[in-house]
């Protein structure tokens, strides 16, 4: 899998307004669906496995959610990416009673259910840097966010594909 097959450009969102997790969520199932890239069935499996699966990664400095779904919801694979306009309260992936304000979410879409875990690794790996995400934050529009998830996203996807 190459970056360029799930990175679109029409797929970051620069600037989302969302009061809570769920609402953030909803808008953000709400984006691929008009697009075609997931089922009707998408939204609530995403917010369902949010309340099971938490998906706030517990990291030193900035964070981000990384929330996902199986692939029986998706029509074609995609990474839509969304920096919110106030850090909202998401359950830490590790400890779910542990609460961490993000201000980053990267929901993925993979029609592939073999290849859920490596895009999981390959997010974390990224989202490890905290210059990539102080980039991210940093970014003056959606194509830079763009130009930066394609470099950290990408190299690290380069990296797992030829090992």
């Known amino acids: 899998m190459k970056i360029e097959e799930v990175l679109k450009p029409d797929c970051i969102i620069e600037h989302l307004e969302a009061e809570s997790k769920e609402e953030a969520l909803t808008a953000m199932c709400q984006i691929l669906l008009s697009k075609g890239y997931v089922k009707d069935s998408f939204p609530e499996a995403i917010l369902e496995r949010e309340r099971l699966y938490p998906s706030g990664l517990p990291m030193e400095g900035h964070k981000i959610a990384i929330p996902h779904t199986d692939a029986e919801h998706v029509n074609e694979s995609v990474i839509l990416f969304a920096r919110l306009a106030r850090p909202l309260e998401f359950s830490s992936m590790g400890d779910p009673d542990e609460k961490i304000q993000v201000q980053l979410i990267s929901m993925f ?8 875990g490596f895009m999981l690794d390959v997010l974390i790996t990224a989202y490890s840097d905290n210059e990539v ?3 991210i934050l940093k970014a003056p529009s959606a194509g830079g966010i763009y130009d930066v998830l394609y470099r950290a996203v990408g190299s690290r996807m380069d990296k797992e594909n030829n090992a």
């Open 133 to 135: 995400l102080d980039a």
């Open 109 to 116: 879409a993979l029609k592939e259910k073999k290849k859920i």
